[in-house]
């Protein structure tokens, strides 16, 4: 599972031989929030929280929206292609 994003102390990772659609999980403090990361027509949006709090699962998504490119191409990258 590599963490292919740090920031603000969250580790976004994307799980190898994951299902699609693309998304990335993200940890803080021990917490999980699954983000799918949409497309260029769709944002980011929460698909699982694990006991993340709301602020950092509000923080976590704007986080992946801003770097919704860098993220899918990540995913693309360990996964062969979209």
Request: aromatic share 8%; hydrophobic share 35%; proline share 4%.
């Amino acid at each position: 599972m590599p963490t292919v994003l740090r920031k603000d102390g969250f580790d976004f990772m994307i799980y190898l031989l994951d299902h699609e659609p693309s998304h990335t999980h993200i940890w803080k403090a021990g917490k999980e929030v699954v983000i799918n990361l949409g497309d260029e027509n769709h944002a980011p949006y929460v698909r699982d929280n694990n006991g993340m709090s709301n602020k950092d699962k509000k923080k976590a998504l704007k986080i992946a929206a801003e770097n919704q490119d860098f993220l899918i191409t990540e995913w693309e990258r360990i996964h062969g292609g979209s």
